[in-house]
């Protein structure tokens, strides 16, 4: 009967250290996992760039139907949380979107300056 309960007594302690080592490696993978996550999320926020926008600016409208900025619209009211309403240059309704279909329009910069190409 001793014989029997000695090879017993022997694999419990196997199973006991198999399960430790499989608890060590689940804690080292779920680490791993944890610090994997954080990298790609200091990468992603990298690459974020944060647009703010004043009552009066000129705004491009993203279509993401027709993958296309329509516009130029004008900045009528900025509200919190990145909801912007905007109205067409030439008038019409006023509208609230979403920031981040948003892009800067620099008519400023470019309507004074005259440029002029000679063909040779």
Known sequence: MQEIMLPLAINAKEVLLQ?????????????????????????HDNLICHKEFKIGDHVLLYN???RLFPGPYIVT???PYGAIKIQ??????????NGHRLKPYLTRIFDNQ????FFA
């Open 114 to 117: 005259t440029s002029t190409i």
């Open 19 to 43: 399960l430790d080592e499989l608890d060590e490696f689940r804690l080292e993978a779920y680490e791993n996992a944890k610090m994997y996550k954080e990298m790609t999320k200091r990468w």
């Open 77 to 79: 009211e900025v509200a």
């Open 88 to 97: 067409h240059i030439n008038g019409g309704a006023k509208f609230k979107v």
């Open 64 to 66: 993401s139907r027709l």
